[in-house]
């Protein structure tokens, strides 16, 4: 009977470090901000008088139009692969590079703030958003775990129909939309 005692001691404390860790680790992940993928629709077409004042064809994007344009993204492409599902966002864009910090969810339970590295690319006529890396506090995840597949934005859907899109520019916090009369 006596042994039966210590190997249930030996199970039950094993358990109890168990939940611990777990509990460790769920506090560890936990987002430190709170993030949402509430977006306003950006209009370039209203940029058009702008344009038409400085007598240049192109249309500058602002960081916060950059980072409104990517959160109406990736809010449609919200679920992830393995059980993961994004729930927030806050993007830095610099050059061609995105810093975001992103809060996901997994399995519907696990709140878990992230960093995520995307790059942006002109590939006429979108621009693509492509994910790079992302690591949890100092913690790198391996590419297999999450990664997430090219998300396309068609710019061209933002004009009006007779200008199209010569060329596309990223600059330190902005982008450079040059554009061409009637396409």
């Known amino acids: 009977m006596s042994m039966l005692k210590k190997v249930t001691f ?45 007598r240049k064809l192109d249309v500058r994007l602002s ?54 590295t995307f790059t942006l690319a002109w590939d006429p006529p979108n621009l693509v958003i492509q994910h790079e890396n992302t690591q949890i506090r100092n913690w790198q995840l391996p590419s297999a775990w999450l990664q997430l597949a090219p998300i396309e934005i068609p710019l061209q859907s933002y004009l009006p129909k007779l200008i199209g899109i010569k060329n596309v520019v990223f600059e330190d916090k902005t982008i450079l939309i040059q554009l061409k009369p009637f396409q």
Do not use: C
Request: glycine share 4%.
């Open 10 to 54: 030996t199970l039950l404390l094993l358990v109890v470090i168990a939940v611990v860790m777990l509990l460790i680790i769920i506090q560890y992940v936990k987002p430190t901000k709170l993030l949402d993928l509430q977006y306003k629709e950006i209009s370039i077409s209203s940029k058009i008088a702008e344009m038409i004042l400085s």
């Open 63 to 116: 960081e916060e139009e950059v980072n409104q344009l990517l959160k109406k993204q990736l809010a449609s492409h919200s679920t992830l692969p393995h059980d993961f599902r994004m729930e927030g966002a806050e993007l830095n864009l610099q050059g061609s590079t995105v810093e975001a910090d992103v809060n996901v969810r997994w399995r519907d339970r696990v709140p878990i703030g992230a960093h995520a």
